[in-house]
């Protein structure tokens, strides 16, 4: 009985993670979509928490478990990417002391 209920609870996760990596395509974040992303993993994230709480499960636990890995995993994305344009601009206006200074 506990093994057919962690053989589901596996399969459950693996379409989990083939659904999320869908959404989480590389180019889908890169062109400048990644607030929508990231209001859309955060509103994923906290749904599946509260069906958690009203429904303790092991379904419902794995599927919290994974859309909050994602969730960290967009917000990881766009501190990078803030990071790095940040950098780039100052590497770009280090040639020129007005912008630099602005």
């Not at 990644?34 to 993993?41: F, K, M, P, Q, T």
């Not at 636990?61 to 990071?83: D, G, I, M, P």
Request: aromatic share 8%; with cysteine.
């Amino acid at each position: 009985m506990l093994l057919i209920s962690l053989r589901r609870l596996y399969n459950r996760a693996v379409k989990i993670i083939k659904k999320l990596k869908l959404c989480l395509d590389a180019n889908y974040l890169r062109d400048g979509l990644i607030r929508n992303a990231l209001s859309r993993a955060k509103r994923q994230s906290r749904t599946a928490l509260r069906r958690y709480q009203n429904n303790k499960n092991p379904d419902n636990l794995a599927n919290y478990l994974q859309f909050k890995s994602v969730y960290k995993s967009v917000c990881r994305r766009k501190r990078l990417e803030f990071t790095h344009n940040k950098v780039k601009k100052l590497e770009s206006s280090v040639n020129n002391s007005k912008s630099f200074w602005r």
